[in-house]
C-alpha cells in the first residue's frame, strides 16, 4: 500500500470519489470523516498535505458544527486525502506466528464530473476532461454516487456516465493491458440520499427496510438488496434514460468487482433529547425562512442539517473498495 | 260457506300480486268470449305495483266492434303513474284462429308467473285456446272467471294493497344556529298501510319561485328513498296543517292546499336549488379569529385589517350579540437556536371594541417589529401551526354541545404541518398534532361554522383552507365583508327562494 503524501503518478491505490456535478462528493467526503471518527476503529481520513487537512476540517465543522452543506468547489482536485488503517495490535499465535494487520494507506481523490462538457450549470463545477479520465485511469477503486433525488429533477446521471466511462475504456483498453476488455476497478456504487422521504418510502414500499440494534435505530438496505432499489429508482426516473445506468456499470465493470450500498451522508433525523430514530420524522433537512412569502419544498430556500449528522454507510464502500484493493496487491506481491 | 268463482279468482289474483317483489313478472291472461287479454304486472322500486294490458287478440271472425270488453277500462290506464300504454290498444286488435291466438298470447317471460282465466264457457275456440295455454304453460295457475272482468279485478286489488314501503313527504330542515338547511323526510304512512288511511302534517312555507313549493312523496328503498311523486303548488308564504291521503299505493292526495300541479323539473334541478342557508338566526355569535402571522409584514397588516372589516360588520348586524376572540399563530422552529413561540391566544370572548383595540395594538406592533417590507418571520417557511391554533381553539370551546352559534375564522396562507411523514415533505408538527383530525373535532360543534380568507387563490391553496373555508372562504384582496358573513349564516343575505316546505318548528 502506499504510504507517501497523497497520489503519485501511477499509483494504482487510489479510490476516486465520482459523481455528477452536485451528487454530494464533498458532503460525502465530510461524512466519511464523521463516520470515521463515529466508528474509532483503525480507519480514518487524513489530508495529504496541509491544505488538504484544513479542507477536510473546515468540511467537517460545517457539516457537525453550522450544520450547513459544504459548498460546490472547483478546486476539489487540488486537494489530496488518503484513508489510512492504523497497525492492529499483533500477538502471537498458537504456532507462533505474528498476526494483525499492517497499516494501509490509501490514496482518496474526489473527482467532478466535467459539468461544463455535459451542461451541468446548476450545482457544482466540471472539471477538465482530460483530467477526470487521467484521475480515473490512475485509481483502481471508484466510488460511484447516484444521486436518486437529483435524477428525478435532472435525469442527467446516464449522459455523466456513459462518455467518460466510453473515454476511460478507450484509454486503459486500447493497450490490451487487461486482457478481458474490462476496466480493472472495484465499483462502489452509492444510492445517496437515503434520507429523503422518496428514496426511504421507496425501500420501504419494496420491503427492502431492515431497523439494525445500534444506538440510533435508524433503518439500513442490506447491500444485498440495494441493487433492487437502485434499479427501482432508475426506473422512477422520468427522464428513462437513467435505466441504461447499469448495463452501461456491466458493459465496462466485471460484475463481480460491482457492489451497490444505499448510503445517506447526513443520516435521518434523530431528536438529540430522545437518542432514537423516529419512522414518524424523519427528515434530517429543513428549510430557512425567506423573505419572499409563502413557499413550499422545492421553492430553492437555503436549506440547513436540522439535527446531529449520523452518516449511514458511508464508511463501508471505501472499507470495501480498501480491502478488496488491498487483498488484490498482496495477491500481486506474493505472486511475485 | 263456498267461495264463489269470482271470490277464488280475486283471493288467487291477490296471492299472485303479493309476491311480486325485484324483478318478478306476473302475466295474467284472460280466455273469454271475444279473444285473449294478457296483462303485464311487476313491482316498481317504491314498491308499488306497475302493469300494462296487451291489445286483445281476437277470434277468427270477431271483430273489434263485436267485442264486448272493448269498451272495459284497464286498470293501468286509469291513474296509474308510470304504467306503460297498452301496445296497440284495443281498437287495434286483430282476428286469429283459438290456437293461434293462445300462442301469441304466451309470449311471456320465461321466468314470469302466469295465471290464466277461463271468463267464457268452455267451447269453441275459448276451450280451444285454454288448451293450448295449459299445454304451451303447464306451470300456470288455471282460473274460472266471474262476472268481474279481470282489468276490474287487477285494479281494485292493486288499489287495495297495502303500502310495501313507507311513504314520507320530503321537506327541509333549518339548523336552529346557523340556519343551514338540509333535506329530510317527514313520515306520512308506514308499512301496511291501505288507502284511505289520513296523515296530518305542519310544514312552513317559505316565498318559492314563480312555480312554487314542491310537494314529493319518497318511499324507502333500503334506506334509500325513491321518488313516488312530485306535484308544486303557488303559495303565500306560511303555516300550513296539510291532510295527506293515501288514494292507493303510489298516489297521494293533499288537502288543505290549492290544487297541485305535476313538477316538471328534474329531481336534481329541485336539490339543486335549495338554498345553503335560511334567513340569519337570532341570537349570541361567538367569532374566532385565527390569524398567521408569518410572511412579510404589509401581508401581515392587510390580515388585520381584513379582520377588523369583519368585526365591525358583524357587530354592526349583531348588536350586542357579539363576543370575538383573537387568536395568532405563527411557524413552528426546527432550529435549536430559534426558540419555538407557541399559539398565541390574545382576546378570548370579549367585546368587538376591546378585540378592535386588540387587533390595533397588534399592527402597532409588528409594525415596529419589522425590518422592511419583505421582512420574514423567523422559523420553518413551508407551513404554519395551523393545527396548534385548532387544537387550541378546540380544547377552549370544550365538549361539542352548545347552540351558540361560533365561527372559526383563519386568516393566513400556509399549510399546516402533517402529523406524522408525509410525501409533501413538510415537516411533522413537533407536537403530532393531526390537522384533519382537530377539524373533525370542530365540525362536531353543532353551532360552528367555518370561515377562511387565504392570500393564496384557491387552486394554489392547500387544501386544507378549503376545510378551513368550509362554509365561507375568500381571497385576502377581494374579501367582501357583507357577502363573507351572509354566506357564514350570521347575516341575512336578502330574498331566498325555497323549493321545498320546511318542517315547522313547534
Not at chain 1, 482536485?77 to 492504523?86: E, G, I, P
Not at chain 1, 419494496?206 to 447491500?223: I, M, N, T
Not at chain 2, 411557524?331 to 378570548?348: C, L
Not at chain 2, 407536537?431 to 360543534?445: N, Y
Amino acid at each position: 500500500m502506499s504510504s507517501d503524501q497523497g497520489r503519485r503518478p501511477g499509483d494504482p491505490h487510489s479510490i476516486a470519489i465520482w459523481g455528477a456535478p452536485g451528487s454530494g462528493k464533498t458532503t460525502f467526503l465530510a461524512a466519511l470523516n464523521i463516520a470515521l471518527i463515529l466508528k474509532n476503529g483503525p480507519w480514518r481520513i487524513i489530508g495529504a498535505d496541509p491544505g488538504s487537512l484544513d479542507f477536510l476540517k473546515e468540511m467537517t465543522d460545517k457539516l457537525t458544527h453550522q450544520r450547513r452543506f459544504p459548498e460546490a468547489t472547483s478546486t476539489l482536485s487540488d486537494y489530496r486525502w488518503l484513508l489510512s488503517r492504523r497497525p492492529e495490535e499483533q500477538v502471537k499465535g498458537l504456532l507462533g506466528r505474528r498476526k494483525g494487520s499492517p497499516a494501509w494507506r490509501i490514496g482518496v481523490n474526489v473527482l467532478d464530473a466535467p459539468g461544463r462538457s455535459f451542461g451541468a450549470e446548476r450545482t457544482g463545477h466540471g472539471t477538465d476532461r482530460e483530467a477526470l479520465i487521467d484521475e480515473l485511469a490512475l485509481s483502481r477503486g471508484i466510488v460511484y454516487l447516484f444521486d436518486p433525488i437529483r435524477e428525478l429533477t435532472d435525469g442527467d446521471a446516464f449522459s455523466h456516465l456513459h462518455g467518460v466511462l466510453a473515454d476511460l475504456a478507450g484509454r486503459m483498453l486500447a493497450k490490451d493491458e487487461f486482457g478481458d476488455d474490462m476496466l480493472p476497478h472495484y465499483l462502489a456504487v452509492c444510492v445517496t440520499k437515503f434520507d429523503e422521504i422518496k428514496v426511504l418510502e421507496t425501500a420501504e414500499k419494496l420491503g427492502l427496510l431492515g431497523y439494525p440494534e445500534d444506538v440510533q435505530e435508524s433503518p439500513r438496505v442490506d447491500d444485498e438488496d440495494a441493487e433492487e432499489l437502485f434499479r427501482e429508482l432508475c426506473a422512477a426516473s422520468p427522464s428513462g434514460n437513467a435505466r441504461l445506468v447499469l448495463p452501461t456499470l456491466n458493459q465496462f465493470f466485471h460484475p463481480e468487482r460491482i457492489k451497490f450500498f444505499v448510503t445517506s451522508s447526513i443520516g435521518f433525523y434523530v431528536d438529540p433529547e430522545k437518542g432514537r430514530f423516529d419512522p414518524d420524522d424523519v427528515q434530517n433537512l429543513t428549510p430557512e425562512a425567506s423573505a419572499d412569502g409563502p413557499q413550499g419544498p422545492g421553492s430553492g430556500n437555503r436549506i440547513r442539517i436540522r439535527g446531529p449528522v449520523g452518516p449511514i454507510n458511508v464508511m463501508e464502500p471505501m472499507i470495501w473498495l480498501g480491502q478488496r484493493m488491498a487483498g488484490e496487491q498482496q495477491g500481486k506481491e506474493a505472486g511475485g | 260457506m263456498t267461495e264463489s268463482g269470482e271470490d277464488l279468482l280475486r283471493r288467487a289474483l291477490t296471492e299472485a300480486i303479493a309476491e311480486l317483489a325485484g324483478s318478478r313478472r306476473l302475466v295474467v291472461v284472460e280466455v273469454a268470449a271475444e279473444g285473449v287479454t294478457a296483462f303485464d304486472l311487476h313491482r316498481d322500486e317504491a314498491g308499488t305495483s306497475r302493469g300494462r294490458e296487451r291489445p286483445m287478440t281476437r277470434w277468427a271472425g270477431q271483430t273489434a266492434e263485436g267485442g264486448g270488453d272493448g269498451a272495459t277500462p284497464s286498470p293501468f290506464e286509469e291513474g296509474s303513474e308510470g304504467a306503460t300504454p297498452a301496445e296497440g290498444g284495443r281498437d287495434g286488435a286483430t282476428a286469429f284462429p283459438a290456437e293461434e291466438a293462445a300462442v301469441r298470447a304466451t309470449w311471456l317471460p320465461v321466468d314470469a308467473r302466469v295465471v290464466l282465466v277461463r271468463s267464457a264457457p268452455d267451447g269453441g275456440p275459448v276451450g280451444r285456446a285454454m288448451e293450448a295455454l295449459r299445454a304451451a304453460r303447464p306451470d300456470a295457475l288455471a282460473l274460472n272467471g266471474g262476472g268481474v272482468p279481470v282489468a276490474v279485478l287487477l285494479r281494485e286489488i292493486v288499489a287495495a294493497e297495502p303500502l310495501r314501503r313507507p311513504y314520507d313527504l320530503v321537506v327541509l330542515r333549518r339548523h336552529p344556529v346557523t340556519g343551514r338547511l338540509r333535506l329530510a323526510c317527514q313520515p306520512l304512512f308506514a308499512m301496511e298501510t291501505r288507502r284511505g288511511a289520513l296523515s296530518e302534517v305542519t310544514v312552513q312555507c317559505e316565498p318559492s319561485d314563480e312555480r312554487g313549493t314542491v310537494f314529493a312523496v319518497v318511499a324507502w328503498q333500503d334506506r334509500r328513498p325513491v321518488l313516488v311523486s312530485v306535484h308544486a303548488v303557488k303559495l303565500p308564504p306560511g303555516r300550513y296543517e296539510v291532510t295527506a291521503m293515501l288514494e292507493r299505493p303510489g298516489r297521494v292526495r293533499f288537502s288543505g292546499l290549492p290544487s297541485l300541479t305535476r313538477e316538471d323539473r328534474s329531481w336534481t334541478e329541485l336539490v339543486s336549488s335549495v338554498p345553503a342557508r335560511l334567513g340569519p338566526p337570532s341570537g349570541p355569535a361567538h367569532l374566532i379569529c385565527a390569524v398567521e402571522t408569518t410572511g412579510p409584514e404589509v401581508q401581515l397588516g392587510e390580515r388585520l385589517r381584513r379582520v377588523s372589516q369583519l368585526v365591525t360588520e358583524l357587530a354592526g348586524e349583531l348588536s350586542g350579540l357579539l363576543q370575538v376572540s383573537l387568536v395568532t399563530y405563527g411557524a413552528h422552529s426546527y432550529d435549536p437556536r430559534i426558540p419555538e413561540r407557541p399559539v398565541d391566544v390574545v382576546d378570548w370572548e370579549v367585546s368587538p371594541d376591546d378585540a378592535q383595540e386588540s387587533l390595533k395594538i397588534l399592527e402597532e406592533s409588528r409594525a415596529g417589529r419589522a425590518t422592511g417590507h419583505g421582512a420574514a418571520e423567523p422559523g420553518y417557511p413551508y407551513a404554519a401551526q395551523v393545527e396548534d391554533m385548532l387544537a387550541e381553539v378546540a380544547g377552549r370551546l370544550g365538549p361539542p354541545g352548545g347552540r351558540r352559534r361560533t365561527v372559526l375564522l383563519t386568516v393566513g396562507a400556509r399549510p399546516p404541518h402533517p402529523p406524522r411523514r408525509h410525501a409533501s415533505e413538510i415537516l411533522p408538527c413537533p407536537r403530532r398534532v393531526d390537522w384533519e383530525r382537530q377539524v373533525r373535532d370542530l365540525q362536531r360543534h353543532p353551532g360552528l361554522v367555518f370561515g377562511a380568507i387565504c392570500d393564496q387563490p384557491p387552486e394554489r391553496a392547500h387544501p386544507a383552507w378549503a376545510r378551513l373555508g368550509e362554509n365561507a372562504s375568500a381571497h385576502l384582496d377581494t374579501l367582501d365583508p357583507q357577502g363573507f358573513c351572509a354566506d357564514l349564516g350570521v347575516t341575512a343575505p336578502g330574498v331566498q327562494r325555497v323549493p321545498f316546505p320546511l318542517m315547522a318548528m313547534p
